[in-house]
């Protein structure tokens, strides 16, 4: 008699999760079927319905890399680069690494500039580009996380051994110059992860003052990627990658 | 006196022709009637589109002096018009008056067809006259100053003039579209074309150079490349290039370049143009020109050193256009959307482990080299670890039962154990010396005694075994416990 609560909490905790991992799987299938429908519809040249699918996918806060580069490829092949380049970037931050992700990117970038020119970045984000770009933002989590056990492992060693302190400056410098860089990566994506976002107007004009009447004072071309510093009623101030601030219409632009 | 080009050299009209007049208003021109005057003409009332002509302006001066004189200035809309050259000077005879003349003439081309006007023209400049009807007045004069200095100087005048002359009218007609060849390409004059191909003996893959001067009268500046058909397949050309114009001359040349050994014919090279004077077409023909093409030199030497061929097959164009990548086929690893390692607890705890590990390894090291440098810290600490083997030791020793050897298992333990507690050798630990060490160190009197009782059991055990029964050897056991379990428990 006793023994009966027990079982009950044991079988109704195997039928919950049972539960659980149906529901899972099944939200699993209507993913894929949803990717799938997407995708026929791309091969017969219905971008505008295949976006549709796919949508249905991001509906449910759910995203993979192989997702947003399908949308991507959608959009370029409707000729809209803007947002094609907004979810190649927004793909990049879920697979910085795929080749074909990279290739298509790099060609609707082409594309744009051919259209006008895009600002370039500084040579310090170019470098940290370089030596970071092919990690994710979890990726350099865990590097940095790396770098940090092992300083404290250094430390440690040291203290029990002799020869292992004398050693310490150069072990101190090395994980320094390692972590450094990605530290200012990782500030830099954090930074942007809220409030990088790709214009997906044409030719936008970024003004002195949020306001229709002030004076521009450069243009933004679809693709170009800028930051969000402020916000004001249907106005965004942005940054680009040169460095100029200017506000533009909040509708023409998008966050990654 | 007739000095039409004084001084002062002819001036472009663009540059303001400088006033040396005392007078602000200008002459005007039928103040000097006859005196000075000017007429346009052209050789030709009747043109075709692009057709050349000569325009002429004269300046006809009688009995004048004039300098500073402009070049003349026409409107002449419809008109292409080059600069006039230097102007000639000459005398002639009009209405039985002889005149200076001054002859401006320049080529002009009307680009549209219609009925159209050039002119009038104007020319503008400096005209230094005698005062004529002046009486000589004495030096007692009111104007006494200025006249001294008009004597003095003769009595010259110079006004600016400005003299307009006559518009001619000219009908231009379109160039005719009946018999227009195919190769005709807007040339208008009378033309004729000299071709040379040079050199006549080349080797595979060099250039032969094609030049092509055009010469004759008419509007040079219509006159394009002459024409030539060649064979791609045969040959390889590169468009025409300007090498040299004059007024009356266009140097064309073009390079070709054979695409097959032996000998081959350039072929013929055409320049069409429309000749005015016949109100017809015309096309010259030059050509064709025989050249031989030799075996290439660089290719011998090549095969000279080429290993033979083992079949491979030469290289093709392996990209041929860009475009994007085909999309993916499967959804891949889904994640839900904007959640990030950083942001979860686990990740950030895991974090704080590592400061934890280092203090603990501070702590453990500071311990190992206590017990390294400080002895009695080393041995109380030994004396710890091995109380409670001394007691299972004394435990063994009542189990055996034996009555001395009991008590000399519980003197060698004691004495190991409060050596190592009190950083003790071996023969200093007596009952006197741990009471007092006790003593000094407040612990409780009633274990002292205890230590004191069992130390001196352990003596007489010794000296006198006779009186040792189990009981007794139980209850020095548990004093033993006691002791050592109290010891263990206050701080020394």
Not at chain 2, 185 to 197: K, N, R
Request: glycine share 8%; hydrophobic share 40%.
């Amino acid at each position: 008699m006793r023994k009966k609560p027990c079982f009950i909490w044991t079988g109704s905790f195997i039928v919950a999760a049972a539960v659980c991992a149906l529901s899972a799987y099944a939200l699993d299938a209507e993913f894929i079927s949803a990717f799938d429908a997407g995708n026929k519809y791309y091969e017969k040249g219905d971008y505008a319905s295949a976006i549709k699918e796919y949508g249905k996918i991001i509906g449910r806060d759910t995203a993979s890399g192989n997702l947003y580069y399908n949308i991507g490829n959608c959009y370029f092949k409707k000729g809209d680069i803007g947002h094609a380049l907004l979810y190649y970037e927004r793909a990049k931050r879920l697979m910085p690494q795929d080749a074909d992700l990279r290739s298509n990117y790099e060609f609707a970038l082409s594309q744009e500039k051919a259209q006008g020119q895009m600002a370039e970045k500084p040579l310090t984000a170019k470098a940290l580009d370089i030596l970071f770009g092919g990690l994710t933002i979890d990726g350099l989590a865990i590097y940095l996380s790396s770098a940090w056990g092992l300083l404290i492992f250094c430390l440690s060693v040291s203290i029990f051994s002799r020869g292992a302190r004398r050693l310490m400056p150069y072990a101190l410098a090395v994980i320094v110059i390692m972590a450094l860089p990605a530290a200012a990566a990782f500030q830099d994506r954090l930074a942007g992860l809220e409030r990088d976002a790709i214009i997906t107007a044409k030719a936008v004009d970024a003004k002195f003052e949020p306001f229709d009447s002030a004076t521009t004072y450069f243009q933004v071309n679809q693709g170009n990627l800028v930051r969000e510093i402020d916000e004001k009623e249907g106005w965004r101030k942005i940054r680009r990658a040169d460095g100029k601030l200017g506000w533009v219409k909040s509708d023409s632009l998008e966050k990654i | 006196m007739v000095d039409v080009l004084g001084e002062g050299s002819v001036v472009r009209p663009s540059s303001q022709a400088p006033s040396q007049a005392p007078y602000t208003q200008s002459q005007n021109q039928s103040d000097l009637g006859d005196k000075a005057y000017m007429t346009m003409e052209v050789d030709k009332k009747t043109v075709f589109v692009n057709e050349s002509m000569t325009l002429k302006i004269k300046l006809y001066v009688h009995n004048l002096s004039m300098r500073d004189i402009t070049y003349p200035d026409f409107n002449h809309e419809g008109f292409s018009v080059t600069e006039f050259g230097k102007p000639d000077q000459k005398p002639e005879v009009q209405h039985g008056m002889s005149y200076e003349v001054l002859e401006f003439s320049a080529p002009i081309f009307p680009v549209k067809p219609g009925d159209l006007k050039i002119g009038p023209a104007e020319i503008k400049g400096t005209v230094i006259a005698q005062m004529a009807n002046r009486v000589k007045r004495s030096i007692f004069d009111e104007d006494a100053d200025q006249d001294v200095f008009s004597d003095f100087f003769g009595g010259f005048q110079s006004f600016p003039l400005t003299l307009t002359s006559n518009a001619v009218d000219v009908k231009v007609l379109p160039i005719p579209d009946a018999g227009k060849p195919d190769t005709y390409q807007g040339a208008v004059g009378t033309y004729s074309l000299d071709v040379q191909a040079q050199p006549s003996k080349i080797k595979l893959g060099d250039p032969v150079n094609l030049k092509m001067t055009v010469k004759g009268s008419g509007n040079i500046n219509t006159v394009t490349a002459p024409l030539i058909s060649v064979n791609e397949d045969e040959f390889k050309t590169y468009e025409p290039q300007v090498t040299k114009q004059e007024n009356d001359s266009k140097t064309f040349e073009q390079v070709i370049i054979p695409k097959k050994q032996g000998p081959a014919l350039i072929p013929k090279v055409a320049l069409s143009y429309f000749d005015p004077s016949s109100r017809s077409y015309k096309t010259i023909e030059k050509g064709p020109f025989p050249i031989e093409v030799l075996k290439s030199e660089v290719d011998q030497s090549m095969k000279v050193v080429e290993t033979p061929k083992t079949g491979a097959e030469p290289e093709t164009q392996e990209v041929f256009g860009r475009d994007i990548i085909y999309i993916k086929s499967s959804l891949g690893r889904t994640v839900p959307a904007g959640k990030y390692l950083f942001q979860k607890g686990w990740f950030i705890i895991l974090q704080i482990i590592p400061v934890f590990m280092l203090g603990l390894a501070f702590v453990a090291e500071r311990y190992t080299s206590r017990l390294r440098t400080d002895i009695s810290y080393a041995r109380g600490v030994r004396a710890s670890r091995k109380a409670r083997q001394s007691v299972q030791k004394v435990q063994r020793a009542l189990s055996q039962g034996a009555g001395g050897k009991f008590y000399d298992n519980v003197f060698k333990v004691l004495q190991d154990y409060l050596g190592d507690k009190f950083n003790l050798p071996p023969g200093a630990v007596t009952a006197d010396v741990i009471a007092g060490l006790l003593k000094e160190k407040n612990a409780d009197e009633l274990v002292t005694k205890k230590l004191v009782d069992i130390f001196a059991e352990c003596d007489m055990a010794r000296y006198a075994p006779a009186g040792i029964d189990s009981q007794k050897t139980r209850q020095t056991f548990e004093s033993v416990k006691e002791v050592i379990d109290y010891l263990e428990h206050i701080r020394i």
